[in-house]
């Protein structure tokens, strides 16, 4: 199956910097690469994806980019405020695309 | 459209105890699925179905059974609970079987005495 590893598991930024979350998979056939947040208490939710086609993909202050030779992906979050707190995580299809394996979560903390 | 619904929210059971997790979706998708999260392990998939009828076993399918008589439910069973088994449990399902967004229940927190 497939095999997603996530770095780091806790993160603290000063509010207005960036922050970097990177996840590295095994299968090399996986071409969908979703990012959820799940604030405290709360259910995960959507917040940006990536196929295989693609190398980058931008929605206002996050971002995600694509190394399918190097098999890992990224998400990036510009001018970070406090409400980006909460716990993200990647996920990645096995090859029948009927199984997501998630990454073990990063627990971001945003300083005000 | 209410989404994805589980019941209930809080549970308390003791060991060798039975349950049903309930889920249900209002949105015709055709695939659903469980997930356990526990701290430091993200979420790990029990069970999917791709349609009704159709179930198949996930990464942790031990001591779960699930069963989809409809597109709109997928219940959980827990036939002899653990320990083990505390959990935050949640349901989701998603338009089609491959690379499309998740939509997730509100979570079931379990504990197993």
């Known amino acids: 199956g497939e095999n997603v590893e996530q770095h780091p598991s806790t993160l603290s930024v000063q509010e207005g910097d960036s922050a970097v979350i990177k996840c590295t998979y095994s299968d090399s056939a996986s071409n969908y690469f979703p990012w959820y947040k799940q604030e405290l208490g709360k259910r995960p939710q959507l917040i940006i994806d990536i196929r295989s086609n693609v190398g980058e993909k931008k929605d206002q202050r996050i971002a995600v980019t694509l190394n399918k030779t190097a098999k890992h992906f990224s998400l990036h979050i510009t001018e970070t405020q406090p409400e980006d707190s909460a716990v993200y995580f990647c996920a990645a299809p096995e090859n029948t695309g009927n199984q997501f394996y998630f990454g073990t979560g990063t627990s971001l903390t945003v300083i005000p | 459209n209410a989404g994805v619904t589980q019941t209930p929210k809080f549970q308390v059971l003791k060991t060798g105890q039975s349950m049903t997790l309930q889920c249900a979706q209002d949105m015709n998708h055709e695939y659903m699925s469980w997930y356990r999260q526990d701290p430091g392990m993200g979420l790990r998939l029990i069970h999917y179905?791709?349609?009704?009828?159709?179930?198949d076993q996930g990464e942790v399918p031990n001591g779960y059974n699930v069963s989809r008589s409809t597109t709109e439910d997928f219940p959980l069973r827990l036939l002899s609970a653990a320990p083990s088994q505390t959990s935050v449990y949640f349901c989701?399902?998603?338009?089609?079987?491959?690379?499309?967004?998740?939509?997730f229940g509100q979570g079931t927190r379990l504990t197993v005495v």
């Open positions: 179905s791709v349609g009704a009828g159709i179930t």
């Open positions: 989701a399902s998603s338009y089609g079987t491959e690379n499309t967004e998740a939509f």
